[in-house]
């Protein structure tokens, strides 16, 4: 493997990994609040998607507006599902309430091929966003440095708020002990209503740059990433949202490297990601930054 192609490969990996670090943290923080895998997190990236692309090729809204609005819709969805799935839910089983994600996932899922179809539409590529970077024999697309640098500052965003701020600091009381945080004046609906809103919001995110980064969209398409993605946040530590990053992209990284130098093996790149979390799994079952929580009786 020649140098250039060694960079070329870096950069389609660090590119990859900040998508699926960036979807990733949003399946951590509903975790580390809920103690919840919310499966409908992979199909708000589609919402996202179709409404930023009927935004710019039916309404003709410029492309940041129509990407604002998809992110605020998708905000309101993400809530909107917790109030009426994951809310009343709360004090039942924890079966129950993975039962009622998959059910809300599937629904999504589903509406979306009769209300839109489930042929694939090209997504719009705005020339402002999506340009070719030539540096030498290495070339590249403009979003190789524009996901990484929004994945970055969207955790560090997230990680000041968790850390810095007021709502933040009820987001941690919550998330160690959800009935005395109550009893201390916190107002748990609302943290958890402000964690889908932050979670959800990054979905869209990620939505928005999936489809720019492989502009082919159709109701299904948040099932694969969606996986892969919470293999990132449990690969990292679950519950962790710089182990929700890292995670991201040792798993980016690793698929591109793996066709990269083993090419015979393309297709099991997605079977990848399963046998490296398992390798992780095994020695270190919390994840790699994950923390061993001790259960009170």
């Keep these: 493997m020649t140098g250039e192609i060694f960079l ?3 950069a389609n990996g660090i590119s990859l990994g900040s998508l699926y ?13 809920l103690r919840l895998i919310n499966f409908a997190h992979a199909d708000l990236l589609m919402v996202a998607a179709y409404v930023a692309f009927y935004g710019i090729l039916v309404f003709t809204l410029p492309w940041w507006l129509s990407f604002l609005i998809a992110i605020v ?26 039962i009622s994600a998959i059910g809300v996932s599937f629904l999504l899922e589903n509406l979306g091929i009769v209300a839109i179809g489930a042929r694939p539409k090209s997504f719009p590529r705005p020339e402002d966003i ?18 990484p640098l929004i994945t970055v500052i969207l955790l560090v965003a997230v990680t000041y708020m968790v850390n810095k701020t007021k709502i933040g600091t009820a987001m941690r009381a919550v998330s160690r002990d959800f009935e005395t945080a109550s ?7 609302k ?11 990054l979905a869209a995110v990620g939505g928005i740059m999936w489809s720019l980064q492989y ?8 099932v694969f990433p ?44 997605d079977a990848f990601a399963f046998v490296i979390l398992i390798f992780i799994l095994l020695f270190k079952p919390t994840g790699i930054l994950g923390e061993n929580v001790v259960e009170k009786v």
């Design 226 to 269: 969606g996986l892969k993605c919470f293999i990132a946040a449990v690969m990292g530590g679950i519950g962790s949202i710089p182990g929700a990053m890292l995670g991201g992209f040792i798993l980016g990284m690793g698929e591109v490297f793996l066709v990269a130098f083993m090419p015979e093996l393309s297709g099991y790149r």
């Design 183 to 189: 009893l201390m004046a916190v107002d748990v609906n």
């Design 73 to 98: 819709v998708t905000a309101i969805l993400g809530v909107s599902i917790e109030k009426v799935a994951y809310r009343p839910l709360r004090d039942a089983p924890r079966i129950s309430v993975l």
């Design 215 to 222: 502009p082919q969209i159709d109701p299904l398409m948040g």
């Design 8 to 10: 070329q490969n870096l």
């Design 130 to 147: 999506v340009w070719n970077i030539n540096i030498g024999d290495i070339s590249f697309l403009s979003l190789t440095i524009i996901i």
């Design 21 to 33: 670090a960036l979807i990733a943290i949003g399946y951590t923080m509903v975790y580390g609040i």
């Design 191 to 201: 943290v958890v209503s402000a964690t889908f809103v932050v979670g959800s919001s």
